[in-house]
C-alpha cells in the first residue's frame, strides 16, 4: 500500500543519470521534492510525462522545487535514456537492491518487477504533502503537481 498525506517520506540515496548518488535527505529544509516513479525508460506513456516534465521544467526544478524521477531501471539505461530525451533533471536508478525504494514507497510492482506510476510531493520538512498513483498504463496530469507545489507556498 503505497505511503499516505502526512506520512514521513522514506530517506533514500540512488544513483543518477550521472553516476551521482542523490539522497532525499539533502533537500531537507531547502526544497520541496516531486518525486516521480514511472515503470520504464523509453516507454510511450514514460518518456511522454517525462518529456512534458522536462518541457516546463521551471515550473517543477527552482528555487523552492527538486524533481527527481525514478524507475527500477539500471543507471546505464538512465543515461542513456536521459540524454536521448534531453532531462536535465536526475533521473534516479532503483535497480538495486531491486525496486527498495519503490517499495519503500508502496508501489513495487512485484509481478512486473518495476514501480507503478506514483507520484509524492514530499515538503521541505520531508513529510509527504501530496499524492497520487495511477495505473501502469495511465499518463499523470502535471497540471496537478503544479498545484499541489503553489499549495505548499
Same mark, same amino acid.
Request: proline share 3%; hydrophobic share 45%.
Given at each position: 500500500?503505497?505511503?499516505?498525506?502526512?506520512?514521513?517520506?522514506?530517506?533514500?540515496?540512488?544513483?543518477?543519470?550521472?553516476?551521482?548518488?542523490?539522497?532525499?535527505?539533502?533537500? +531537507?529544509?531547502?526544497?520541496?521534492?516531486?518525486?516521480?516513479?514511472?515503470?520504464?525508460?523509453?516507454?510511450?506513456?514514460?518518456?511522454?510525462?517525462?518529456?512534458?516534465?522536462?518541457?516546463?521544467?521551471?515550473?517543477?526544478?527552482?528555487?523552492?522545487?527538486?524533481?527527481?524521477?525514478?524507475?527500477?531501471?539500471?543507471?546505464?539505461?538512465?543515461?542513456?535514456?536521459?540524454?536521448?530525451?534531453?532531462?536535465?533533471?536526475?533521473?534516479?536508478?532503483?535497480?538495486?537492491?531491486?525496486?527498495?525504494?519503490?517499495?519503500?514507497?508502496?508501489?513495487?510492482?512485484?509481478? +512486473?518487477?518495476?514501480?507503478?506510476?506514483?507520484?509524492?510531493?514530499?515538503?521541505?520538512?520531508?513529510?509527504?504533502?501530496?499524492?497520487?498513483?495511477?495505473?501502469?498504463?495511465?499518463?499523470?496530469?502535471?497540471?496537478?503537481?503544479?498545484?499541489?507545489?503553489?499549495?505548499? +507556498?
Amino acid at each position: 500500500m503505497a505511503l499516505e498525506i502526512g506520512s514521513i517520506a522514506p530517506d533514500f540515496a540512488l544513483k543518477d543519470q550521472h553516476g551521482q548518488v542523490v539522497s532525499l535527505s539533502s533537500f +531537507k529544509g531547502q526544497k520541496n521534492v516531486v518525486l516521480l516513479f514511472y515503470p520504464f525508460s523509453f516507454t510511450g506513456t514514460c518518456t511522454g510525462e517525462l518529456c512534458a516534465m522536462r518541457d516546463d521544467l521551471s515550473a517543477f526544478q527552482n528555487d523552492d522545487a527538486e524533481l527527481l524521477a525514478v524507475s527500477c531501471d539500471s543507471p546505464f539505461t538512465q543515461r542513456v535514456f536521459a540524454e536521448k530525451e534531453g532531462y536535465n533533471f536526475p533521473v534516479l536508478s532503483d535497480f538495486w537492491p531491486h525496486g527498495a525504494v519503490a517499495s519503500a514507497y508502496g508501489i513495487f510492482n512485484e509481478e +512486473k518487477g518495476c514501480a507503478i506510476r506514483g507520484t509524492f510531493i514530499i515538503n521541505k520538512e520531508g513529510v509527504i504533502a501530496w499524492t497520487v498513483i495511477n495505473g501502469m498504463g495511465d499518463a499523470r496530469n502535471a497540471g496537478d503537481y503544479k498545484a499541489a507545489l503553489a499549495a505548499l +507556498k
